[in-house]
């Protein structure tokens, strides 16, 4: 009796070692999967379409490094699984450390290392081996076949349903219950995002992703609360210069790879191909990546340019193709521009006030016209409504050029430098409040007083 109790035992001593096994054996291979360009993530949200899932994918993934390619599929299959390749296997560890077990689309992500490289990735390291075809030739023409009958039997049904090409259009934007909002300014918080979208039954929650303040998923407990609240805010104005977007309308092609790339489009480059890209708009604060504003951060604002230029520069293009060259020429001189624009603070106070189709060619000329010809009273008309500043400048000529000290000339440039510092704040002032009109009359105070410092410059190296 006891030989039969051993027995039994070790039997299940024997199964109960061989599960233990099976299970170690197949998470240790998942974990020994060496570092690779490519990141496999699963249990994705199956209901998401594919292109939706690409551009999110894109959005939350792009800050680790650059992406040459995402792929993501809609046989039943391959569902709720894709894979983002990257140009730098660090990029795809960091990416894999940071945004495991990430909430996305209400599930949890699950990511690995892919088990091998990517046929772009292999085919740049000559790597690459054709695969076989999987389908002979008569089961690719009978699944021809069938994916004809699959057709004409859809269009019987929305010809008997009274359905036109609106379908079409339902289908590019179609309904979910959670809605992915981008172009949100730096300075969102998610209280903001909490009083904008309370107001609308069904939210469940707000989520924000790491390291790009710029996107966010709301997500809500229907499709229908969703789209309420889409179509009610879809570009409203967070701030005067930024708009939600919920669905990335705003879509444009990538020139060469003829790809979408919609508004998650990098600086200059296609995410999908890399290829330097013609420039859109013509916002200057935009391209350099700071704030619309007069007081702006010249460090921030320099170490941008530096970066962008260092992309774009033609002498990186010598082997490229006329186009890129042509491109590339075009977006360095456009940086210039306006990194001069922007670093110069009258010509930014002037960019700002064109931006909101102020014009001020006119008074400028008005301005240089006037102190030609003695300070005609003209000037009394377009600036400041009373004579008292054209005696001003009159003095402040008069005492400028009788100056012979250094000493002198000294105090008097320190006493200029009070009077920008001062106006610079009344400008920033009136333009916040969008009181355009006092803000040119104090633009051509500051073009005075800035030209008065230039003369008082030059006669401080000549003393």
């Excluded at 035992?9 to 974990?31: A, D, P, Q, T």
């Excluded at 407990?221 to 705003?250: S, V």
């Excluded at 300070?375 to 409504?385: D, G, P, V």
């Excluded at 510092?421 to 104090?442: G, T």
Aim: charged fraction near 25%.
């Amino acid at each position: 009796m006891g030989s039969v109790f051993l027995r039994l035992f070790i039997y299940f001593y024997c199964i109960l070692f061989f599960c233990i096994n099976l299970v170690f054996c197949r998470f240790f291979s998942k974990m020994d999967l060496k570092p690779n360009h490519t990141i496999y993530i699963n249990n994705l949200n199956e209901k998401t379409k594919k292109e939706e899932l690409k551009k999110a994918l894109y959005a939350i993934f792009s800050q680790f490094g650059q992406i040459i390619d995402i792929l993501a599929f809609k046989t039943l299959k391959m569902r709720g699984q894709a894979h983002v390749i990257f140009k730098e296997i660090s990029s795809a560890t960091n990416a894999l450390r940071a945004m495991q077990g990430f909430p996305f689309y209400d599930k949890p992500m699950r990511i690995q290392f892919a088990r091998e490289d990517s046929d772009v990735i292999a085919k740049a390291k000559g790597t690459f081996v054709e695969r076989p075809k999987k389908h002979s030739g008569s089961r690719v023409g009978e699944k021809k076949k069938k994916v004809g009958q699959t057709r004409d039997t859809k269009k019987a049904r929305a010809d008997k349903n009274g359905n036109t090409g609106n379908g079409i259009a339902e289908k590019a934007n179609p309904p979910n219950k959670i809605l992915f909002c981008t172009n949100l300014p730096e300075e969102t918080t998610d209280q903001m995002l909490s009083l904008l979208f309370n107001p609308f039954p069904g939210l469940k929650d707000i989520r924000r992703i790491p390291n790009r303040p710029d996107i966010a998923f709301v997500e809500f407990d229907t499709e229908g609360h969703a789209t309420a609240a889409r179509d009610a805010l879809n570009n409203f104005k967070i701030t005067p210069t930024h708009k939600i977007i919920p669905d990335c309308r705003e879509a444009t092609d990538c020139w060469k790879c003829k790809k979408i790339v919609s508004c998650l489009k990098e600086n200059f480059f296609c995410p999908m191909c890399s290829t330097i890209q013609p420039i859109e708009g013509d916002n200057y604060f935009k391209q350099l990546g700071i704030q619309p504003s007069f007081n702006i951060d010249i460090n921030i604002l320099k170490r941008n340019f530096l970066k962008l230029q260092a992309k774009v520069h033609p002498d990186k293009f010598v082997q490229c193709s006329p186009e890129e060259k042509d491109i590339s020429e075009i977006c360095s001189r456009y940086l210039n521009d306006a990194y001069q624009t922007l670093t110069q603070p009258i010509r930014r106070a002037k960019y700002l006030l064109q931006l909101k189709g102020q014009t001020t060619s006119g008074f400028f000329w008005t301005l240089r016209f006037c102190i030609s010809t003695c300070y005609l009273l003209f000037i009394i008309e377009q600036t400041t409504k009373d004579g008292s500043f054209l005696v001003e400048m009159m003095e402040q000529n008069e005492l400028a050029d009788g100056l012979q000290s250094e000493n002198d000339i000294l105090k008097m440039l320190s006493d200029v430098n009070e009077k920008i510092d001062v106006l610079s704040s009344l400008f920033q002032q009136y333009f916040e409040s969008e009181d355009y009109i006092r803000a040119k009359n104090i633009l051509l105070k500051m073009t005075f007083y800035y030209r008065l410092k230039t003369n008082l410059s030059q006669k401080l190296t000549l003393v």
